[in-house]
């Protein structure tokens, strides 16, 4: 269910929390959807049973406005996660401290469950190609990546979670498979997981490797979330789109998922065509019944 009001925050707490933002960020736990401008008004008067909402960043980078002004009210409704699509963490340009620096006081605005951004590069010689270009699975690669994302933990203070992306070519200087880069990576950066599992389904066919060895090589104890989406194909490629209902195969893959990794917090991102609140809330129930299943089947 969704939260109740906020109880006021005593004034000796309330200074802990100006100090030490994150020391009070509400548990994420459960089924959540992904916060879009079309729910604004819908989430504010239906307060719909949701345990958490997912943002995206650069959508609230902004010095006032609409979106704030929105972001502000459902915050005090439901706990929140922050989702970025801009921190190229796999660029060989320098980190960009002006955007994690905005990222950062967004992250005090909001105090979030956590931050995530995705492995991937999104542009070269300071032009963005406004898309999540994959990496090559080499050792080089994952020193590199290893040491960007302690330096933007250090900077944010805290431990990000990195989320796997849909590809739709490979690298011939890849040394090891994509699972086995972000497992390996997730210790050399003592960073966590986002695991997105549509993107595995959609890269196993785009590739032909087999989706749930993928999955078997995730660390359990550092997925900390799970994405949900649907796809679409254009000739020989899925392709990730957002834009339509998770698909059985997606189904079947996350039932799979929450058999191995349990009750991961979980949402359903649509980002194109998206509908209203009401059928959002209908494919989220389905998570939280295949994730009750596979929890009493393991007990």
């Known amino acids: 269910m969704g939260l109740r009001d906020p109880k006021p925050v005593p004034a000796a707490t309330a200074s802990v929390v100006a100090a030490h933002p994150h020391a009070l960020r509400p548990p994420i736990r459960g089924f959540g959807l992904g916060l879009r401008p079309q729910h604004y008004a819908a989430v504010l008067q239906q307060r719909p049973p949701l345990d958490w909402l997912e943002i995206i960043s650069e959508n609230y980078l902004v010095p006032g406005g609409k979106p704030l002004h929105y972001l502000d009210r459902i915050r005090e409704l439901y706990p929140m996660v922050m989702h970025g699509v801009s921190m190229s963490i796999g660029s060989t340009a320098p980190l960009d401290f002006v955007y994690l620096g905005r990222l950062k006081a967004l992250a005090r605005r909001v105090r979030p469950g956590w931050i995530s951004d995705h492995l991937c590069w999104t542009g070269i010689g300071g032009y963005n190609l406004h898309d999540l270009m994959p990496l090559p699975y080499s050792g080089e690669a994952l020193r590199h990546v290893g040491t960007r994302i302690r330096q933007v933990q250090d900077f944010l ?49 785009n ?8 999955l078997d090589a995730m660390p359990a104890a550092r997925v900390r979330q799970i994405h949900l989406a649907g796809h679409s194909q254009q000739g020989d490629l899925l392709i990730d789109t957002h834009d339509a209902p998770v698909p059985p195969p997606v189904w079947d893959l996350y039932r799979y998922a929450a058999r191995r990794l349990g009750r991961i917090p979980t949402m359903i991102e649509r980002d194109a065509s998206i509908p209203a609140l009401a059928q959002l809330l209908t494919e989220l129930q389905r998570a939280r019944e295949i994730c009750a299943a596979s929890a009493a089947r393991a007990a």
């Open 157 to 205: 203070g805290q431990r990000i979670l990195i989320e796997n992306v849909s590809s739709y070519l490979t690298w011939r200087s890849s040394e090891m498979t994509e699972w086995q880069f972000i497992a390996e990576l997730a210790a050399e950066a003592d960073c966590d997981l986002l695991l997105d599992v549509n993107n595995v389904y959609v890269s196993s066919v």
């Open 207 to 214: 590739h032909g490797f087999d989706a749930r060895e993928f």
